[in-house]
Structure formats: C-alpha cells, structure tokens
C-alpha cells in the first residue's frame, strides 16, 4: 500500500505557481521522497527527489518539512502542458515503486 | 537524449495465447522495473533485474515470467493470457546504486490488449 495521501485533485491557473501538497507521516529514516507525473496514459515522469533538504531542478521545487512526515512539489509557472496525475512516493532508494491515487492537476487558460 | 525503448508499443493477442514484450533501457542503466496499469489504475510493480539478476517481485502472476540479458535489455514473458491481462506495461530503468541517482525513467509502454 502507498505510504502517503495526497488530495485527488487541485485546479491551478496558467501561469501561476502550483502547490501539490503530500502527507508521509510514516516515513522511515533511510525513505526518500519522490515526485512523478503521468500525462494521459504516458509513461511515468520523474520530476525530482529529495531525503530531507529541499531540493530545486528546471522541472520543480521540492520542500520537505522538518520533520519529513510531509512535503510540497512547486511548480513556479504551470502551464497547460503540466496538467498531470502527480504521484508523491516514499521509498528506499533502488527499490520498486508503490504509486498511490496521486494528485489530478488540471491548469487552466 | 536516448530514452527507454519498448516494443512492441501495440499488441493485439486472443485468449490463452503468448505474448513477448521488449525493453530496452537507457545506456549505462543496469537495473530494470516492470510495472502494469489497468484501465483507470495507477500503476504497480510486477518485477525487477539488478546486473542480470532479479532483485524485487512484485505482483506478477505464475504466467508470467521475466529476465535481464547481458546486454541489459529485459524481456516479459506472458502465458495463457487472460482477458484481465489487458493492460499498458511499462518498462522502467536506473542507473544504481546511489540514491542521488537512482530515479526511474520510464519508456512509452506496451498496450495489450486480449480478446
């Protein structure tokens, strides 16, 4: 079973920053979190991953609570082509991966 | 970039017949995932190959089975298809084993379909 919850869907305007929130309260010491999108049927697409420090690449931003039982992908600019079920993952590195329901993100013109 | 490869990315087959599917993954990666997605599903793990050797299994039926060859391509094999066997696969591969490197990327995947 997948070990966070996220909200099955958020609307988020064009243009403006996306905020997907992801509750992981039972993550252990050694689990990363990881972020992926899916678009339509398409394969699965990494976005970032971070153990316990916020982390930024050219796709997103990733911030990681103190505590780590929760974190929030950031898209800064969301624009059509970000409209995606994104998937919040809790795993060890080099293990399989457990997606849960994930987050449907519809942007909006 | 070279991406993940599978084939065929369509395959039609009727009850009770095999089906092959390929991956190819990317340059350098030596570990592979398999991973099912029904119709409306999220995706989920079948199986996996790490240098060649299995390393984690999942879900995946006694009809199917899998393996990693020397050039690190992997290879699905399914029996006695099922009409519940209906499906997009897809193949996923990483670069291991450090944790600052090992996300998955994935390829286009398979649809099967069964009649």
Same mark, same amino acid.
């Given at each position: 079973?997948?070990? #966070?919850?996220?909200?099955?869907?958020?609307? !988020?305007? =064009?243009?403006?920053?996306?905020?997907?929130? !992801?509750?992981?309260? #039972?993550?252990?010491?050694? =689990?990363?979190?990881?972020? &992926?999108?899916?678009?339509?049927? +398409?394969?699965?697409?990494?976005?970032?991953?971070?153990?316990?420090?916020? *982390? @930024?690449? *050219?796709?997103?931003?990733?911030?990681? #609570?103190? %505590?780590?039982?929760?974190?929030?992908?950031?898209?800064?600019?969301?624009?059509?082509?970000?409209?995606?079920?994104?998937?919040?993952?809790?795993?060890?590195?080099?293990?399989?991966?457990?997606?849960?329901?994930?987050?449907?993100?519809?942007?909006?013109? | 970039?070279?991406?993940?490869? +599978?084939?065929?990315?369509?395959?039609?087959?009727?009850?009770?017949? @095999?089906?092959?599917?390929? !991956?190819?993954?990317?340059?350098?990666?030596?570990?592979? &995932?398999?991973?099912?997605?029904?119709?409306?599903?999220?995706?989920?793990?079948?199986?996996?190959?790490? =240098?060649?050797?299995?390393? %984690?299994?999942?879900?995946?039926?006694?009809?199917?089975?899998?393996?990693?060859?020397?050039?690190?391509?992997? *290879?699905?094999?399914?029996?006695?298809?099922? /009409?519940?066997?209906?499906? /997009?696969?897809?193949?996923?591969?990483?670069?291991?084993? *450090?944790? =600052?490197?090992?996300?998955?990327?994935?390829?286009?995947? #398979?649809?099967?379909?069964?009649?």
């Amino acid at each position: 079973d997948a070990k #966070t919850t996220q909200p099955p869907s958020m609307d !988020c305007a =064009e243009g403006r920053a996306a905020n997907l929130p !992801c509750n992981h309260s #039972t993550i252990s010491g050694n =689990e990363y979190v990881y972020w &992926y999108r899916q678009i339509h049927s +398409q394969g699965p697409q990494y976005i970032i991953h971070g153990l316990k420090n916020n *982390e @930024t690449n *050219e796709m997103a931003s990733l911030i990681i #609570t103190e %505590d780590r039982k929760s974190s929030t992908l950031i898209l800064p600019h969301a624009t059509l082509r970000d409209t995606a079920v994104y998937y919040c993952i809790v795993s060890a590195p080099n293990t399989p991966l457990v997606f849960g329901k994930g987050t449907r993100l519809s942007v909006i013109a | 970039a070279a991406g993940v490869i +599978q084939s065929p990315r369509h395959l039609i087959k009727e009850k009770r017949e @095999t089906a092959t599917l390929k !991956c190819y993954p990317i340059p350098r990666h030596d570990t592979v &995932y398999w991973y099912q997605q029904g119709p409306g599903q999220d995706p989920q793990f079948l199986i996996s190959f790490y =240098e060649k050797m299995q390393s %984690d299994k999942g879900s995946i039926p006694d009809r199917f089975s899998a393996q990693q060859f020397s050039d690190y391509h992997s *290879e699905l094999n399914m029996s006695s298809l099922e /009409l519940g066997d209906s499906a /997009l696969y897809f193949c996923a591969s990483s670069l291991g084993p *450090e944790p =600052e490197v090992d996300e998955q990327y994935f390829g286009p995947g #398979t649809r099967l379909t069964v009649t």
